[in-house]
């Protein structure tokens, strides 16, 4: 993947309607998922521009060499000073990393190779609701997805998370 394993970014200031004209200029394109997701009151805009360190590490960098459940995922990541990203982030995220490898490994019910799934909570504790956004790359578009899983959803040891770097 073409990114560093630090990134340093700068999000907020637009509203949503902003945001989502800047995605669409920029043609980035979002699932139905991601569109329940920005579309929903929950899902809040900061009116100031912010500065967030992020961390790029795959589920086996994080020591689950058999993948391993949002939960355990959590409970690690404390040991490498990581936490979940605001939600907000990720279109910000999408705009910022415009040279994503595509890699066209077919997976089924799984996270996608290639992908880099935003740590987030989710803005409900509701299966059928989307939990959060990944990047990706599909025959040369770029794409903010959002996805869905169940808490027992056990994460490849290959799959790309990205945190926010407690400084």
């Known amino acids: 993947m073409d990114i560093d394993k630090?990134?340093?970014?700068?999000?907020?200031?637009?509203?949503?309607?902003?945001?989502?004209?800047?995605?669409?200029?920029?043609?980035?394109?979002?699932?139905?998922?991601a569109i329940t997701i920005l579309s929903n009151d929950l899902f809040k805009v900061s009116n100031q521009k912010?500065?967030?360190?992020?961390?790029?590490?795959?589920?086996?960098?994080?020591?689950?060499?058999?993948?391993?459940?949002i939960e355990e995922i959590k409970k690690n990541m404390k040991n490498y000073e990581l936490s979940e990203c605001p939600l907000e982030i990720a279109p910000y995220l999408r705009l910022y990393l415009n040279n994503q490898e595509e890699i066209k490994?077919?997976?089924?019910?799984?996270?996608?190779?290639?992908?880099?799934?935003?740590?987030?909570?989710?803005?409900?504790?509701?299966?059928?609701?989307?939990?959060?956004?990944y990047l990706r790359k599909i025959d040369g578009k770029l794409w903010l997805r959002g996805y869905?899983?169940?808490?027992?959803?056990?994460?490849?040891?290959d799959d790309k998370l990205v945190f926010q770097l407690n400084n």
């Not at 907020?12 to 800047?22: A, H, P, Q, T």
């Not at 089924?108 to 939990?131: E, Y």
């Open 6 to 33: 630090i990134i340093n970014l700068e999000y907020g200031g637009l509203s949503k309607n902003d945001l989502l004209i800047r995605l669409n200029s920029s043609g980035i394109l979002l699932n139905d998922f």
């Open 50 to 69: 912010k500065q967030i360190s992020l961390f790029v590490t795959s589920i086996k960098e994080m020591g689950f060499s058999e993948g391993a459940t």
């Open 105 to 133: 490994e077919e997976r089924v019910n799984q996270s996608p190779a290639g992908s880099l799934t935003i740590f987030s909570n989710p803005l409900l504790k509701d299966d059928d609701f989307p939990k959060g956004f």
């Open 148 to 157: 869905r899983c169940s808490l027992d959803y056990i994460w490849n040891p």
